[in-house]
Structure formats: structure tokens, C-alpha cells
């Protein structure tokens, strides 16, 4: 379940 991690550290950084 990396998968869901990497799209909210992805989510994160874009909300950047």
C-alpha cells in the first residue's frame, strides 16, 4: 500500500 502514500506526499507537494 505504497501506492497511497506516494499520492498524498504527491498531493502535498502540489498543494505546495
Given at each position: 500500500?505504497?501506492?497511497?502514500?506516494?499520492?498524498d506526499?504527491?498531493?502535498n507537494v502540489?498543494?505546495f
Open positions: 500500500m505504497t501506492l497511497l502514500i506516494q499520492l506526499r504527491l498531493l502540489m498543494k
